[in-house]
């Protein structure tokens, strides 16, 4: 009971803070906050085709009754992991559960004792997680200082690893991917790339757009977000995935998804094939953003992650509430989710955002910042 209770306190004191954490359900609101930043979770079009999967082969609902290396694999995710594979000019594809797990697996499994890991500090925490189950030595650069990076790679010992995003989940800004290739191959390192925010937005991913497959070592692209699914597949060689199959353990002990959830995966690039309009008008809606909203208190992005800063959390937590009452979801990110003293609204475009709604809402807040 002694444990509970100072649970209980500890909660109390967030609460008191206005840093509870809780389970919201905004379902009704207008979308500034989710993932989907091109419709395709409420897509019915999309929808449909998955159903019509489903009503070929009920079979493929249900769970796959194991891990991967005892009776969870299946000839058909075999073959998705085919189809990515060829499609992203890699050697392989691993699929996973989720973008989390993908993360644990490499992070978990590749660095080694003594070895150099470097890690972007603005790096997704699943990253960080997995870091724990390693026994390398963790370092921060600063936020896309590439320069920074530099100086800890000539310092670096045994094999290093860099860890980047190409679209930062918090901040929605655009890594440097082509001179971090240039970096990490002039050191010898070893680079991975998540492209959570990035797959989907920006063709299949940044690193499959600029070219960079053969000089990143591993990258993860995950499917809840602008995909509309769930799941990630980690890219790279075949003794990458051979590697993880052996050694990853949040892998290795866990159940593989479902059929459905590979066939789907491989459905959305094609959706996306017969869809390009989706992704110009997601384009449309960030530019009209950013030319609503581009000034002191946000920069030009291009992304759809657009963060708004407001450092003194009273009025970050009141312009929430009033936003909320206005019926947009809005996501305000306290500390410690973000750095002291960062705290923000972190909006999210999408296509299916109207420009009149992006117009009230970027009203509604600079009305009550300025
Ligand atoms: C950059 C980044 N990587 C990985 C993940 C985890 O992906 P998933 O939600 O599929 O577990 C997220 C999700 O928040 C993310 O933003």
Redo the contacts with the bound molecule.
């Keep these: 009971m002694a444990t509970l209770a100072k649970w209980q306190t500890n909660l109390n004191d967030r609460a008191s803070f206005g840093l509870l954490r809780k389970l919201p359900i905004d379902k009704q609101m207008i979308d500034f906050a989710s993932?989907d930043y091109l419709g395709l979770a409420r897509n019915a079009v999309f929808q449909q085709s998955l159903l019509e999967l489903a009503m070929n082969d009920p079979a493929l609902m249900t769970g796959s009754t194991g891990s991967r290396l005892i009776t969870g694999n299946s000839l058909l995710q075999e073959r998705v992991e085919a189809f990515l594979a060829e499609r992203y000019a890699v050697e392989a594809a691993l699929l996973f559960p989720?973008?989390?797990?993908?993360?644990l697996s490499l992070l978990s499994a590749l660095p080694q004792r003594g070895d150099t890991l470097i890690v972007d500090e603005l790096?997704?925490?699943?990253?960080h997680d997995g870091c724990l189950m390693n026994q390398a030595n963790k370092w921060k650069f600063r936020h896309q200082d590439l320069n920074h990076l530099e100086e800890l790679l000539k310092r670096a010992k045994d094999q290093s690893w860099v860890v980047v995003?190409s679209?930062?989940?918090m901040d929605g800004d655009i890594a440097r991917l082509k001179e971090l290739a240039e970096l990490a191959m002039a050191y010898d390192a070893h680079l991975i790339v998540?492209e959570?925010?990035a797959v989907g937005v920006f063709g299949d991913g940044l690193v499959q757009e600029y070219g960079l497959q053969s000089q990143v070592f591993a990258t993860?692209v995950?499917?809840?977000?602008a995909m509309g699914l769930?799941?990630?597949a980690i890219l790279g060689s075949e003794t990458l995935k051979s590697y993880l199959i052996n050694y990853a353990s949040p892998f290795i002990y866990s159940t593989a998804m479902p059929d459905l959830m590979a066939l789907s995966i491989q459905a959305v690039y094609e959706f996306l094939d017969r869809n390009t309009h989706l992704r110009q008008k997601l384009q449309d809606r960030i530019a009209c953003f950013e030319s609503e909203m581009f000034d002191k208190y946000s920069k030009s992005l291009l992304t759809p992650i657009q963060p708004v800063i407001i450092a003194d959390l009273n009025k970050l937590k009141n312009l929430s509430k009033e936003i909320k009452e206005h019926g947009f979801h809005v996501y305000a990110v306290l500390p410690p989710t973000v750095p002291e003293g960062t705290g923000r609204f972190r909006i999210s475009i999408h296509q299916y955002n109207t420009q009149e709604e992006i117009k009230q809402l970027v009203q509604l807040i600079k009305s009550n910042i300025e």
């Excluded at 989720?98 to 993360?103: D, F, I, P, R, V």
């Excluded at 995950?222 to 977000?225: A, I, L, M, P």
Aim: no cysteine; glycine share 12%.
């Design positions: 993932n989720s973008g989390y797990t993908a993360n790096i997704h925490r699943s990253v995003e679209v930062y989940s998540d959570a925010h993860v995950t499917y809840g977000k769930h799941g990630a």
